[in-house]
């Protein structure tokens, strides 16, 4: 069983930043894909990025791409989301997830989710 626990979300002016935190635990946690997902209000859920343990190789959607950051501290099994030049569009709830693949596409690809937290950028 794995458990995720995400903190840092909060409501920014638009251009601003935020850093999200996922504190991980649980058996085989160090095999797992670590990454985001986001939904919005009436959108389905949607891929964000995603980072290994070993290595710290990172794939990212098109949309962050540049002004997004994810990375991992293996020592304390968090990974991080470093949001910058935020807009309005980015406005949903953030959940971080653990998977098996490299970087998953679909919700059904992801087997361990957290309760998600509230990013709310404002024009």
């Known amino acids: 069983q794995v458990e995720l626990v995400e903190s840092g979300g909060g409501l920014v002016q638009a251009g601003g930043s935020l850093r999200l935190s996922c504190a991980a635990s649980g058996r085989f946690i160090s095999t797992y894909t670590m990454g985001w997902f986001r939904q919005a209000p009436g959108k389905e859920r949607e891929f964000v990025a995603t980072v290994t343990w070993s290595g710290g190789a990172t794939t990212y959607a098109d949309s962050v791409t540049g002004r997004f950051t994810i990375t991992r501290d293996n020592v304390g099994y968090t990974v991080y989301l470093q949001m910058n030049s935020l807009k309005p569009e980015d406005t949903a709830v953030y959940y971080c997830?653990?998977?098996?693949?490299?970087?998953?596409?679909?919700?059904?690809?992801?087997?361990?989710w957290g309760q998600g937290t509230q990013v709310t950028v404002s024009s």
């Open positions: 997830m653990a998977a098996f693949a490299r970087r998953p596409s679909r919700v059904s690809d992801v087997p361990y």
